[in-house]
Structures are given as C-alpha cells and as structure tokens.
C-alpha cells in the first residue's frame, strides 16, 4: 500500500511542481502548449505502444472492451445533456470532465499491487474501449457538434470526424496496434527498449503539463460548474462501483477490477483537448487535479474494505 500511495502523491507533487515554475516565472503562461504538443505526439503513443509489448487479447473478457466504451458513451451524453443550455465553453469543460478514465497512468498501478493478474487483463481490456474514446473519438466527436476545433469554424460529418480522428497520434497508433495485436504481429524487441523509454516520460510530463495550466481563481459561475461536475462523476462512479461489486456476472476479481476503473481520475489528456476546442483549460486543470485526489483516497479506502 506505501510504495502504490507514494507514486500517487508522487503525482500530486509533480502537478504542485508544475503550478510553482509558472507562478515564479520558470514557465512562461503558455509553455504548456509545447509540453501538451510533446505529450499528444511523442510520449502517448510511445506509451501505447510499449501496453502493448505482452498483450494478448482474452475474448472472454470482450465485456470489459464494452464497459470502457459504453462508459464512455453515457458519461458524454450525460455531460450533453446537462449543458444543453450552456454555453460552447460549459459543454467542452463537462464531456471531458465526465467522460474518460485515466487507467494506464494511475489505476494499473493499483491494480498490479492489489489483485491478480486475470484481473489485471480485464482492466486492460477496459483500457481497449477506453482509450479508443480518450484518444480521438470524444474530441472528434466534440468538435463536430459544436462546430470548432484548432482555431478555425467546423461542421459536422462523417467526414470530418474521420479527418480528426486520422490527425489524432495516440488514436492512430492505439488502433494500428490493436489490428496488429490482433493479427499476431509484434514488432522487434529494439522497438520496445526505445517506446519504453520515451513513454516512461508520459506520466511525468503530463502531470507537469497539468500543473502548468492549473489555475486556482475561479469566478462564483466557475464554482458552481466544478461542484456540480464533482458530484455526477463521483456519483455516478460510485454507483458503478457498488453495481459491479455486487450485482455484476463476472469473477469477483474482475467485479472488483471493473469497480476500480469507474473510479478512475480523468484522464491526463483531457486539458489538451480541452485547449484545442477553445475551452477553460484553467479550469479542466484544476478539476482534473481535484479527481487525482479524491481518487487516491477512494483507491485506499476501496482496497481496506475488500
């Protein structure tokens, strides 16, 4: 339990470390838009690569594939239709508020200390449906419905969705290597050694990014929106928890597993997408940093009950 808490306040810290160098001048107010560019293009696919080094793919835990994505789906809508007379920037701040679970970074390592390695499978394969929505599909999804991305005006289609999502690195390569996963082609171990070192930046640099756009002023309208986000998330993920714990179908390992990932953070990039949409990325920030901490605690409470 000390070595797993220890890397989650190791994330905390980063993010504290992060929000300093801006405050005294270390980091100029926009260099997390570089450090945000290295983490969408480098270190994320690199990571994603290097999950998938070992992976096999265990049909009999497809439902966990569903469970990510359907999870997903609901938490998007949901965040739809709470803002359906909000503004532009209320909707961007919600969906990637709600919808997300930040696995690889935080939740696996909890998972490895606690459970078993079945179980740990199953959270991969959450991971699969997951990370195809966190990569691309939410933020492509996003910026077709309401018509903007990068700066300039958008429509929706078909059309463009498929051009965000091939313009997408993380999802590109989370994709590509699922097809090849699932054909049996893995590539040479020299690929591996190199992804590995260059994702194991991934958490650090996200994390910094994160305290680099943190931003703790928030107008009354601001904190009535971090309140009302903080309590469906954490309802909802709470109600998952209980419903898997003890009503699911599956082993009590993956029942247990599944749980855990409901209770899962945002994922790290979010505040990036949120950036590219021209949302509040203070804001995401700031909320994004609140679910690190309210998960830790979770986490810790969840493995003392069970």
């Known amino acids: 339990m000390l070595v797993v808490l220890s890397k989650a306040i190791a994330f905390v810290l980063i993010i504290l470390i992060g929000y300093i160098c801006k ?3 270390v980091f100029a107010p926009t260099d997390y838009q570089l450090v945000s560019k290295i983490v969408l293009n480098i270190t994320l696919p690199c990571a994603v690569i290097s999950s998938f080094a070992h992976f096999q793919l265990d049909l009999s835990l497809l439902a966990a594939v569903a469970l990510g994505l359907g999870g997903n789906c609901v938490m998007l809508f949901v965040a739809l239709m709470l803002t359906r007379l909000e503004t532009l920037a209320a909707k961007i701040f919600y969906i990637f508020s709600l919808a997300g679970y930040n696995i690889c970074c935080f939740t ?3 998972a490895q200390a606690f459970l078993t390695p079945f179980a740990v499978v199953a959270l991969c394969m959450f991971d699969v449906g997951n990370s195809i929505m966190c990569t691309g599909m939410t933020y492509a999804l996003t910026a077709s419905c309401i018509g ?3 700066g300039h005006k958008d429509r929706f289609s078909m059309k463009s969705i498929a051009e965000k999502l091939l313009h997408s690195a993380p999802f590109v390569v989370y994709i590509s290597m699922l097809i090849l996963s699932l054909v049996g082609v893995q ?3 020299s690929v591996y050694t190199f992804t590995d070192i260059v994702g194991a930046a991934n958490p650090f640099l996200s994390m910094l990014m994160i305290g ?9 309208q601001a904190m ?3 309140k009302e986000l903080f309590s469906v998330r954490y309802l909802t993920s709470l109600a998952c928890a209980g419903a898997f714990i003890y009503f699911a179908p599956f082993k009590q390992e993956v029942n247990y597993v599944i749980a855990l990932a409901f209770m899962a953070p945002c994922t790290i990039i979010g505040p990036i997408f949120v950036e590219k949409l021209g949302g509040n990325v203070q804001l995401a920030s700031l909320f994004n940093s609140m679910t690190i901490i309210t998960s830790v605690i979770l986490f810790t409470c969840f493995f003392l009950v069970i």
């Not at 680099?212 to 009354?220: G, Q, S, T």
């Open 187 to 189: 590539f040479p171990k």
């Open 108 to 110: 696996l390592p909890f």
């Open 23 to 25: 405050r005294r001048g």
């Open 212 to 220: 680099m756009m943190f931003e703790i002023r928030l107008d009354k």
């Open 224 to 226: 009535g929106y971090v």
């Open 148 to 150: 903007y991305a990068d």
